[in-house]
């Protein structure tokens, strides 16, 4: 069965460094998300992408966030100088349609800060 | 921002007891989505509805898109160990965006 795939599954680094989050969406789906869970609460969204740009951002996805497409199966999430309280999973999402779609995801990766 | 609220907050429940959780909102949605997470693991969808009213059963989960569309149900029947879980319900808006809104999870506990 299809599914989305997330690399790092656990990733620590440094306040201040850059770190990059790597997605494979589903092969035919077209919308891409990226969310957010501090541990204990709930799924926040950070990001939607369709059609090589944003869609729709959260206030979370401030100047340090970025997204990217860089090729036809990857989906990435740069966050340029991490601070502690990005310390998070991140979750990458996709959906065969924007509308109505079902939303399916990762498995998630996990990013501390230190 | 929109807002989903669920309840129970949490639940600790018998094996074999049916178990009722619901999802509530001011704002109107045009789909609602069911999931279930595991501790570190991804959200895993177990339900979709569409409609307003719609009433949809996948095993031994039933849920319901609320006549208002501000609300949606989820009911297990027969609960099993495995069953453990967090799930969580999301709506996704009328904006003409693409992005769905999670609730605040309701946490299920199983007991043997």
């Known amino acids: 069965e299809p599914e989305v795939t997330q690399t790092p599954s656990h990733q620590v680094t440094q306040m201040g460094q850059e770190v990059i989050l790597r997605c494979v969406p589903i092969?035919?789906?077209?919308?891409f998300y990226w969310y957010r869970q501090i541990l204990g609460q709930k799924v926040e969204f950070l990001v939607s992408?369709?059609?090589?740009?944003?869609?729709?951002k959260s206030e979370i996805f401030d100047d340090q966030f970025s997204v990217e497409r860089p090729d036809g199966s990857n989906f990435t999430l740069k966050i340029r100088s991490t601070k502690l309280e990005d310390s998070a999973m991140y979750f990458c999402?996709?959906?065969?349609?924007?509308?109505?779609?079902?939303?399916?995801f990762g498995e998630g990766s996990r990013l501390t800060v230190l | 921002g929109q807002q989903l609220n669920q309840s129970p907050q949490s639940m600790f429940i018998q094996e074999g007891e049916d178990v009722s959780m619901n999802c509530t909102s001011s704002s109107i949605f045009n789909t609602w989505l069911w999931y279930k997470q595991d501790p570190g693991e991804g959200p895993v969808l177990l339900i979709a509805l569409y409609k307003a009213g719609e009433l949809t059963s996948n095993g031994r989960l039933t849920a319901q898109f609320g006549i208002t569309r501000k609300d949606s149900f989820l009911n297990i029947s027969a609960s099993i160990p495995s069953d453990v879980g967090i799930y969580f319900c999301a709506g996704q808006d009328t904006s003409g965006t693409y992005k769905y809104i999670f609730g605040t999870g309701t946490r299920l506990k199983v007991l043997a």
């Open positions: 092969s035919n789906h077209l919308y």
């Open positions: 999402a996709s959906s065969e349609q924007g509308g109505t779609g079902e939303l399916f």
């Open positions: 992408f369709y059609n090589n740009e944003i869609s729709e």
